[in-house]
């Protein structure tokens, strides 16, 4: 709910100024022009020192759709059928992704819908610990695939991608697949060759759960793209998480984050350079976590402008 | 030294294999707790174990260490430190019998403050386990603490905020322009504190500059702090960066603390460093620390304990360095610790008593995330309950939502409705410096001026173009 910045600075800071408004006394801030440089809730106005009632409901509307993207359930068949544009099964029926250009298949079968420990959304809120394992059913699941696409010899893959629903399906249902079909061609660009396990589509799952289907699926890296918390201006954040040789029980230190990634915060393209850059950062140093950085920000800081704000100029 | 607790109800006879177990059972319901495994069972059995708690001599705690002696430094600093004179006139009750004591008419503001060397942090987690509400208000309201570094925290009557101007990317105008906001509302006289996107030592030294420009311009008697980690605030120092206050995230055992990356020697290290700086004014607290329920399950550091005690033994680490305010961020960490707004409520009222009774500077993050059970009116009766406790300061964030760290605290308006139902103020130095800006009027009125103060005028004036 971002206000329409359309004050005119004549008004700033003049004494003059006419600040309550016909109805209802409200004084506005003639400031809510620096919402240009934010999409912190400033210049809101008041009503005596409360806020005025606008804001007062639009807050309450931002929070009712954060609350929904926590509760609203993952919608499989559609993400599946999305994502099964990227695979060479047979039985896969590419959708008409129309917006896109058609994705190069490069996964060796449609994707798996697997579920956590964490039968439905109360208990995956309370227990953590459950969200981070993956039922027996999907374990089944996992073997089974293994089994039947390695036949004799060990299958192996070189990275696994895992979308699970975590707090925000909204942040899921629209944000993963674009950023995979950035990431695809990106790999499928790269000097050394991606062999990507099927997607994993996990319901109820937390990071960790990403351990246990790379592990299975005998990854040698898996990439988690999970919902996160919603905030009040992001309900659609999704995070990624990297790790090496995933494995049940690793805790967080061994594994890389990239996160808000969102039309409105972290775009796909950045986001996949990025995740890029740790693929492969991970693959020539044989780790994940604290000991792998992210360099792809080096020189950010001190290339930037002076450290000079407004506040601290004078006209 | 651990001995089983028994109570005999009727025909049933409960039992509690030793302090430990009997402190958490007694603890009112909360779902960290239950994820940890050391609920009790029944509403009974707690009630129950709230009966035996009572009658456990407050002696005890010091014969029977929950994380042992040999093996964690903060048991070591609550032991080693304990203050046995200031103990002495207490030290024949219960702990129900000091519940009584506490409420009590003897129990002055001046008799609590000698007494406080003497409690130790789980005297008081004891305590406030077998308190409602209503006792957890009214003691706490008792305890005075003050505080001072560029201006005095926590006198009786007075309520600050620590103004968070939070930006995904550290953005310097988009930090200006919730600075400005800020201090127009009247907030910013706990500190003007930000939480870094980017978590480094560079970034932290910049955005010092940025805090300590704009209070020596506009004279401001206010601290900054970056919310970095204590390592790099000390790198910070040593690269001449204008430290004020040092931040750290702490936890009641030294295996929570680790697992935040520092121990003692570290925050003393810290404090040393920041102090040869000299750069308080009337006081020189500038330790800033945050703490929370669940914070050391979630390190897997808890030792069995219930989220409750472990937070209240981080006030002994606290209490070790004199802060100038302690934050307990109550409903950052999610519903699988504290479920819902009744159990937030609850935790932030325990937290600001047992801060308050141990000595601290007592300030409270009044905040939910969007996956919890909770709303802004439940922000609103647990703020209104901690302005009539005496809580020393809470947050002020534009519009409520910090879209840095996606949850939900207070506002800069919310401060402001507190102040004036209560008719609470906030830090004299600070008051003065808003009259004399004209931003708000004198006479602790808390009406805020329409104009924009010159200064601040001038200041937008040079982007105002800029926008159009």
Known sequence: MKKSTSKTSELIGSPKQKSHQENGKVVENPWSTLRSYTDARIGLGRAGISLPTSEMLGFQLAHAQARDAVNLPLDIETLREKLSTFSAGRDSQPARAAQTEPAKCCTPCPPIALHSQAYDRMTYLQRPDLGRKLNDASRNSLHRYMAEQGGEAELKHDLAIVIADGLSSLAVQQNAVPFIQNLVTLLQDDPQPWNLAPFTLVEQGRVAIGDDVGELLNAQVVLVLIGERPGLSSPDSLGLYLTWQPKTGLNDASRNCISNIRPAGLVYEEAARRALFLLREARRLKLSGVNLKDRTQDGVIENRAQNKNFLLSDE | ?468
């Open chain 2, 1 to 468: 030294m651990s001995h089983t607790y028994r109570y005999i109800l009727g025909s049933h006879t409960y039992q509690f294999k030793d302090l430990a177990e009997l402190m958490a059972k007694a603890t009112p319901q909360r779902s960290g707790d239950r994820l940890a495994g050391v609920i009790a069972q029944s509403a009974e059995e707690r009630a129950v174990a709230q009966l035996t708690l009572a009658d456990v001599t407050l002696k005890t705690f010091l014969n029977e260490a929950l994380v042992p002696y040999e093996e964690d430094e903060v048991t070591r600093l609550i032991m080693d430190e304990h203050d046995s004179a200031a103990f002495a006139p207490i030290a024949h009750l219960t702990v129900g019998d000091f519940r009584n004591w506490l409420l009590s008419d003897y129990a002055t503001s001046e008799v609590l403050a000698q007494m406080r060397q003497g409690i130790t942090p789980e005297m008081a987690a004891a305590v406030s386990k077998i308190m409602r509400n209503q006792d957890l208000i009214l003691v706490a309201k008792k305890c005075h603490v003050s505080s001072a570094f560029r201006n005095t925290i926590g006198l009786p009557g007075h309520l600050s905020t620590r103004l968070q101007p939070n930006h995904p990317t550290d953005d310097v105008n988009g930090i200006a322009a919730s600075i400005l906001d800020g201090l127009l509302y009247g907030n910013g006289d706990a500190v003007i504190g930000i939480n870094p996107a980017t978590d480094n030592v560079a970034q932290a030294i910049k955005l010092m500059h940025l805090m300590n420009d704009v209070i020596q311009k506009y004279a401001i008697p206010t601290q900054s702090c970056v919310l970095t980690h204590v390592t790099n605030t000390i790198e910070c120092i040593e690269a001449g960066a204008p430290v004020d206050l040092v931040f750290q995230s702490i936890g009641g055992t030294e295996a929570t603390n680790s697992s935040f990356g520092f121990n003692l020697a570290t925050l003393a290290e810290a404090q040393d460093a920041a102090q040869s700086l000299k750069r308080g004014t009337v006081g020189n607290n500038l330790m800033y620390f945050e703490t929370g329920q669940g914070s050391s399950l979630s390190a897997n550091a808890h030792h069995g304990l219930d989220q409750q005690t472990c937070e209240v033994r981080a006030y002994a680490v606290a209490r070790k360095f004199n802060p100038l305010l302690v934050n307990t961020v109550v409903g950052f960490i999610g519903p699988e610790y504290l479920f819902d707004g009744k159990e937030i409520t609850r935790a932030g009222l325990e937290d600001h008593f047992c801060g308050k009774l141990l000595g601290l500077p007592m300030g409270c993050d009044v905040c939910y995330t969007n996956h919890a059970e909770a709303d802004q009116n439940d922000m609103d009766n647990l703020l209104t309950l901690l302005g009539v406790a005496g809580c020393a300061f809470v947050m002020g964030i534009p519009g409520s939502d910090d879209i840095m760290l996606n949850y939900q605290t207070t506002s800069f308006h919310d401060a402001l409705y507190v102040r004036r139902v209560l008719g609470s103020r906030p830090a004299p130095e600070f008051e003065d410096w808003l009259h004399k800006m004209e931003i708000m009027g004198s006479g602790g009125k808390h009406v805020l001026s329409d104009a924009i103060p010159g200064p601040f005028a001038r200041s937008l004036k040079s982007v105002g173009g800029g926008l159009r």
